[in-house]
């Protein structure tokens, strides 16, 4: 397989992203920056210009080749000016102040998890119609992040003990689920692990 940083679906997100004076950085370590330890961000710089970043760290090339399409999903969100993205940014809230204080934001965690699942499924087609890689691995590892979230909106915490999320991953369903609804509908053996 040849390598996906080569791909035309590379070169098309690159051209999309810089042809609204954005940019596209890839980082050599395991995370963005911050006190988070996240893999990717899409964010607006200091002048306003939109930014995805992606941590390659010691990740296979087809997960975070698939964290920058997530991101680059967020990055549509925003270009297309969507109801879900800007019902959340009308919140002005930032991510950490839902990760940090869940029991004060709930509205504004479920305004974020649909805006997740948007991004998601947006994803996963990319995904799928291009014949990147296999896109029921990438949903499963997708729904994996979608129930912390969903743990944290039901218990107030986020699950960080990365070696619970691959086990997690390996049971989740392989297509997105609809709303952040059936997600708190946590299965069981994702509570044992998460928990």
């Not at 990717?40 to 760290?57: C, E, H, Q, T």
């Not at 975070?64 to 002005?92: A, M, P, T």
Request: net charge positive; proline share 3%.
């Amino acid at each position: 397989m040849s390598s996906l940083i080569n791909s035309k679906v590379f070169d098309i997100i690159k051209e999309d992203v810089e042809s609204l004076d954005g940019r596209i950085v890839l980082l050599k370590g395991n995370y963005c920056g911050g006190k988070s330890k996240c893999s990717g961000l899409f964010y607006m710089d200091s002048n306003d210009d939109p930014v995805i970043k992606v941590a390659k760290g010691n990740l296979e090339e087809e997960e975070w080749f698939g964290v920058l399409i997530h991101e680059y999903c967020h990055f549509i969100q925003w270009r297309d000016d969507s109801k879900l993205w800007n019902r959340f940014c009308d919140y002005d809230v930032t991510y950490s102040q839902i990760i940090l204080k869940p029991q004060k934001y709930k509205k504004e965690l479920a305004a974020l998890m649909e805006l997740e699942i948007d991004c998601e499924k947006c994803a996963a087609n990319i995904i799928k119609n291009n014949k990147l890689f296999d896109h029921k691995k990438y949903i499963q590892s997708a729904n994996a992040i979608l129930y912390k979230y969903a743990m944290l909106y039901k218990y107030n915490k986020w699950p960080s003990d990365n070696r619970k999320y691959q086990k997690v991953q390996d049971f989740c369903p392989t297509k997105i689920l609809k709303s952040y609804k059936e997600y708190l509908e946590i299965p069981e053996r994702v509570i044992q692990y998460y928990k």
